[in-house]
Each structure stands twice: as structure tokens, then as C-alpha cells.
């Protein structure tokens, strides 16, 4: 089955630090580019980040530029976010996604999505 599940999100306080993954399945991971998707409550989708498919090349929204590291493991199929200092706005649900073919690490066109993970930062 194709599919794409986060994992890894919870209650932090500011501050504090998380780690999410995305395990793959059903299609060659290491081919696509992933990025982070975002969705805050009441708002619209927000790009967080994105890698290429070998993970030589990344790109970040400057919300979290310094702060957020994104990466890959083609061996194991899972992708990554390293979330630190985390501030009351980066509360969201978290979602892992695939770019569609030959888009770089800032892609903004998707084709598979995950179920998303719920992050919340609050004191």
C-alpha cells in the first residue's frame, strides 16, 4: 500500500524540542523529494520544509530556518524533522508529503499525503 505515516508529535512546553518521522511505503522513497506541511489551527497549509531525493540539498520556511533539521533515511524509507526551540506558533498538525516528480526541495505541488501528527507548544 502507498502511504505515508507520521509519527512522533505531542505536547511540549516553549522552549522544548521534538522529533517527528514519516515512514513510506509503496513507492521508491529515495526517488522523490518530501517536504513538511503544516496546518495551524484556523489557518491554511504552510510549506515547512523540504529535502531532494538523495538529501544532499534542503530548504526552509524562515519560521524555522535555524530551528528546524530536516533529513532523510533512503535506507529505511523514513523522513525526518528535528524540531527545536519551539515557540506557541509552531502549534499545528504536522503533515508528511510527497512532491510530485523533478520538483526541488521548496516543491509546492503534492501527490501522497500522511494522516498528520499533532504538535502542540504550550506552557
Known amino acids: 500500500e502507498v502511504q505515508l505515516v507520521e509519527s512522533g508529535g505531542g505536547v511540549v512546553q516553549p522552549g522544548g524540542s521534538l522529533r517527528l518521522s514519516c515512514a513510506a511505503s509503496?513507492?521508491?522513497?529515495?526517488?522523490?523529494?518530501m517536504s513538511w506541511v503544516r496546518q495551524a489551527p484556523g489557518k491554511g497549509l504552510e510549506w515547512v520544509s523540504g529535502?531532494?531525493?538523495?538529501?544532499?540539498?534542503?530548504s526552509y520556511a524562515d519560521s524555522v530556518k535555524g530551528r528546524f533539521t530536516i533529513s532523510r533515511d533512503n535506507a529505511k524509507n523514513t523522513l525526518s524533522l528535528q524540531m527545536n526551540s519551539l515557540k506557541p506558533e509552531d502549534t499545528a498538525v504536522y503533515y508528511c508529503?510527497?512532491?510530485?516528480?523533478?520538483?526541488?526541495?521548496?516543491?509546492?505541488?503534492?501527490?501522497?499525503w500522511g494522516q498528520g501528527t499533532q504538535v502542540t507548544v504550550s506552557s
Open positions: 509503496g513507492f521508491t522513497f529515495s526517488s522523490y523529494t
Open positions: 508529503a510527497k512532491c510530485k516528480p523533478l520538483y526541488g526541495p521548496a516543491c509546492g505541488e503534492y501527490e501522497l
Open positions: 529535502i531532494n531525493s538523495r538529501g544532499g540539498s534542503t
